[in-house]
RNA sequence: GCACCCGUAGCUCAAUUGGAUAGAGCGGCAGCCUACGGAGCUGUAGGUUGGGGGUUCGACUCCCUCCGGGUGCACCA
């Protein structure tokens, strides 16, 4: 409908000689009284024109031809809005193509084509995952689902080293652990990790090896303790992710961009574009010249690279493997390290408009109206685990998808595990329910049959305001989709849900599906299995389940 | 000190990316079940959008400044 008023529009503005000297759009004004769409171009002519922006508006309006069957009445109103309002019936028409095709309803292609990468969670093997990575498990997948309905073609990426120091503490701190088991006074490495899943992986370690590993060397027994460790905690986080619908793609190793001679390569690129210097025996990138206020290591006095440097490695193989659009799913603590590696990616010739980096807050989470405290070192912090024992996945999903990445995140440990209708995922997923329930008792009264053809239902039946707003709402669901996807902002996806949601119980409340009036009755229940598709298909994007029964 | 994020109803958060009278949930108050699921619906109270300037037809949104909270500022990742 945007198309069809864009054509009609348009057309009158060149017939006025208005050339496209301004962007001619529309929208769904907040106001439903102010019409189904609005455009604002009146206003933009005025300033140009120099006339009064109701003056240009009413030009526009009388020249325009528009089908009465689609369009109700056109105004202009406030300041220089021309409002549209459409017919019933061009609405409730429409109900027929969500039910055409009812599991890719919601899909569009805008972003057919392009490939793209999403990288999210990439947490290090070093502990179990914690509350901020499942913040961001969440917004990574959702936002990769997102971009999958817009047509895009996505590779979901977890990114991580188990090299380096953090690693060695790891094995160290295993290792002191299982010496532990066989004597108590073996000293533990100072900045050891505390948590108890080191205790846990040493008593399976010893379940597998007995004491073995007391008799060998130190180096021997500590790699046998990183493999050990690694293996263990890795296959513990794949473990937590699936409980939560993650799956990733692919798993990036950062070691392998050593093996590989990646690593050198980035050097030399940039030392032949002449944007490294030696200096104090470290090797510096200017990012100074890419507009930052000071150059940075690449590579330590020691020989051994920073963070960066892998960081820009990586991002170039991103980039040589083809993808368009590469999305990087971060925790606020990494912003520092963004601006770095853009600037590395620019030097070596790639477009870092490309790159788009999606930076979450943190989470804080409250139980009984207090803040429960967490530190990693004092080794008693909630992890990923804990908190899907303690509320379910579905809650522990949507928590997150609920807030703007921007913000900081309240996870009410309370009103997660209420089941009652406080509790917002509960009221999604009741609607839902309800749906199904209502076409099962249909179906038990031989009322209706979503299986049998729906092109003889008589949408123009469906009259009363509940029922025209479900429709629009319902219609709205390929753009919202599409919206949330270009603006990596998921959780506009479970506000419009909610409305849904809302929309629909108000339309149950005022009027009884299963009827006496069986054409009536017919047209009531292709709406509600619209808006079970809708529901469901919203749903399946957030990685939260759609109930028939709860 | 510098950079980024946040500041909106008692609380947690939205606001179509610059649009019309700033909206939801929770909590408060008052109502609604003889028919398809009351995990629902309806009404009501609650605001100088942290303060102050500016940009324009129009600002929660953009710019400047100040105040308060968070995060980061290594030859750590």
Redesign the pocket.
Known sequence: MKKYLAEKVGKTLRSLSYEGSVKL?F?????E???DL?T?VA??LA?TAKKN?RVVAQDIVSKLDLDPQFVSKVDI???G?I?FRFTDEFYTAQISMILKNPETYGKTDTGAGQKTQVEYVSA?PTGPLSVGHGRQAAVGDTIANLLAWSGYDVTREYYY?NA???MRMLAESTYARYRQLFNQDFPFPEDGYQGDYIREIAENLKKERRDTLAGLPQEEALSVCKEFAEAELFEAIKKVLARMGVVHDVFFN?DSLYSSGKIKEVIEELRVKGLVYD????VWLKTTVMGL?QD??IV???G?P??RLPDIAYHREKFKRGFDLIVDVFG??????IPDVLAGVKALGYDPEKVKVV?H??VTLMRDGEQVKMSKRLANFVTLDELIDEVGSDAVRFFFL???T?????FDLNLAKE????N?V??LQ?AH??I???LR?AEGQGTFDAKVSLDKIEYNLLKGPAEISLVKLLLEFPETVE?CAS?F?P??LT?YL?DVA?AF??F??E?????PEIELAKARLSLCLAAKTVLANGCKILGISAPE??
């Open positions: 759009v929208e769904k004004p907040k106001d009284a102010h019409g609005t604002n206003m933009l300033k922006p109103a406030g300041p809005f409002n290090n080293n380096g120091r953090q950062e200096s104090e025996g470290a206020d940075r290591v330590k006095s020691t051994e920073t963070y606020a603590d990494h912003i520092a390290t930076i807050q943190f609920m807030r703007s921007s913000s900081h995140l309240e089941q009652s209708e406080k917002p509960y009221y009741y329910a309800r199904a329930s209502i008792f919206l603006a902002e959780h506009r506000t909610h809302t119980h108000k149950y409340h009027h009884r599906v299963v009827i029964r709860m």
